[in-house]
Each structure stands twice: as structure tokens, then as C-alpha cells.
């Protein structure tokens, strides 16, 4: 796993990340539907995660979903037959090469792809090509500095960090939800609003205990261990004492911050 698993490829993940989109699918989807007829671009769907909450809260916008993989769309499929969903195509391609004509959209979500990417700014210039003027562009992003929880614990600080650099080293940015202003800003996008959307989680939110601590935010730290520990960045017992210090925070008495961020900006 290690790399696959910071790029979001490898099965656990997938299911993390199903975990994570039905966890927090008001946190993030409540304010996005779109009108009937518009054109949608979803880049980087991954295994339809979000797709399903898209679809679900445009059901007569026309969505086109794209992933550079052919295993993950093939997943997106299935995904989204099963939810009943008739409003969307699939299409395998990357964002830096995609077939579309320029301006073919009105509208263009993506949720946890920037934080992969080693050109960001890159990216978004591409997909703005592909926008109406006037039309919006909404990203998603965590960033994992902005986890914070109590009883706090260096070790669990610590094996954030671990995949923070993994992360970094395979040229993506774990810390991305700060930067979406200024990406935004750089590439010449008008309007741009941007919501922090802090998960709050204590005991008296036993669904969030499990669906985002344990099975979301968690299982993402827990599946870098190996490659961690090959990459010199930590040992085993601190390592091992994080993830303690992560699943302590679960506790009767345990509380949990994560802070996602939302931007919407429009094409001048
Ligand atoms: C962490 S997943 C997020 C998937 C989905 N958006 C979600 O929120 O569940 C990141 C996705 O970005 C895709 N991806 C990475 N680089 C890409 C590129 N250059 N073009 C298209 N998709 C890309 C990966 O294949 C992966 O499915």
C-alpha cells in the first residue's frame, strides 16, 4: 500500500473514503446543488464518494465524472446504479489532458484531489478552460494541521506528521485547505468565498466516533504506518503510541477537531 494509500488508490482507502463521504455528507454537501440542465464536471471522482451526494442534490444537472482511474471509475459505476442515481457520466482521463471543448461547463466540483497533486495551480488552470464564464468552481480540502484534540499526545501529533510527509513526498499537500484562497487567487478566479467546516466531535456524537475518529481519520493515519516506519520517519512504539493517543480521544471523556475547507469562486 504506502504511496497507493497517500494517493487514495488501494481498497482500505476506498472504503475510508465511503466512510468519510456518508459521515460527512451535511458538513460538506448542504449548500451545493445545482441548477436543472447545467452542465457538471466532477474531477477526480475517485469511487463516486461524492458523486452520489452530488447526484442526489442536483438531480436535473447533467454530471460528468472524470478519474485518471480506470479501476475507480469502473468502482463509481457500480456505486451510483446502486444508489439510483441517472444523471451521470463517467469518463476515465486526467485533469491535465482532458478532450473537452473550452467552456463546456457551468459548473465544476472537486473534493480530495488538490491535496494529491504536485501542481495544484496547474490544475485548476486547466479546468478553468473548461469553465463558462461566470460559471463556479467548488473545492473541497482537509488540511491536517488542523487537527488539534484532547487529551492531547506528542506521539499522536507525531504520526499526523508521518503522513503529512508521505504525503509531501509523493509530491501532494496534506495541509492544502489553507492554501485554496490563495490558489484561487493566483489563478485569476473572481468571488472567492471559503468556509472552514470544523467536525467537532465529543462522546455525546457516537456516530462521529465511529464514522469520522475511528473509521475515517483514524484508519487514514493507521494506513501509513508500514510506509512510515520503512521511511525512517518514526518507530514503531511512538508510532504505535499515536494511534493509541488517536483511539484515547474516542473515550467518554475525549473530544476531536478537524477543520475541512470549502471554496466556491467564479470564472471572470
Ligand atoms: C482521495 S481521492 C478523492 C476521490 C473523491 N473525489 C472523493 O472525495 O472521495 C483522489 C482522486 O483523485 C484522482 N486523481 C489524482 N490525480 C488525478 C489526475 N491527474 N486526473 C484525474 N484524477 C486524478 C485519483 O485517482 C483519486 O481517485
Known amino acids: 500500500m504506502n504511496k497507493q494509500y497517500v494517493h487514495g488508490y488501494d481498497p482500505r482507502e476506498n472504503i475510508r473514503l465511503q466512510d468519510q463521504a456518508s459521515t460527512l455528507v451535511e458538513l460538506l454537501h448542504s449548500d451545493t446543488s445545482y441548477p436543472p440542465e447545467s452542465q457538471i464536471l466532477e474531477a477526480g471522482c475517485g469511487v463516486g464518494s461524492q458523486t452520489v451526494a452530488l447526484a442526489h442534490n ?57 491535496e494529491h497533486l504536485a501542481q495544484p495551480i496547474a490544475a485548476l488552470k486547466c479546468l478553468n478552460n473548461f469553465l463558462k464564464v461566470g460559471g463556479t468552481i467548488t473545492i473541497i480540502e482537509g488540511d491536517h494541521g488542523s487537527t488539534y484534540f484532547y487529551p492531547d499526545s506528542e506521539a499522536a501529533h507525531k504520526t499526523i506528521q508521518c503522513q503529512v510527509e508521505l504525503q509531501k513526498r509523493a509530491g501532494g499537500n496534506a495541509n492544502i485547505g489553507r492554501e485554496l484562497y490563495p490558489l484561487l487567487h493566483a489563478v485569476g478566479f ?38 512510515s ?37 467564479m470564472k471572470k
Open 229 to 265: 516506519i520503512e521511511a525512517g520517519l518514526i518507530d514503531e512504539e511512538t508510532f504505535d503510541n499515536g494511534i493509541q493517543g488517536l483511539y484515547r480521544t474516542t473515550e467518554t471523556d475525549g473530544v476531536f477537531c478537524y477543520t475541512f475547507f470549502k471554496a466556491v469562486a
Open 190 to 227: 473572481g468571488t472567492i468565498q471559503v468556509s472552514p467546516r470544523m467536525v467537532y466531535v465529543d462522546s455525546s456524537k457516537p456516530q462521529l466516533v465511529e464514522g469520522f475518529i475511528k473509521n475515517t481519520f483514524t484508519a487514514m493515519i493507521e494506513g501509513v504506518r508500514e510506509s
Open 58 to 114: 442536483s438531480p436535473l444537472a447533467q454530471i460528468t465524472s472524470v478519474d485518471i482511474s480506470e479501476s475507480s471509475i469502473a468502482e463509481a459505476k457500480k456505486r451510483i446504479e446502486a444508489a439510483g442515481c441517472t444523471n451521470v457520466d463517467f469518463q476515465s482521463g486526467d485533469i491535465f489532458n482532458l478532450a473537452f471543448a473550452p467552456q463546456s461547463f457551468d459548473h465544476i466540483f472537486v473534493c480530495f484531489v488538490l
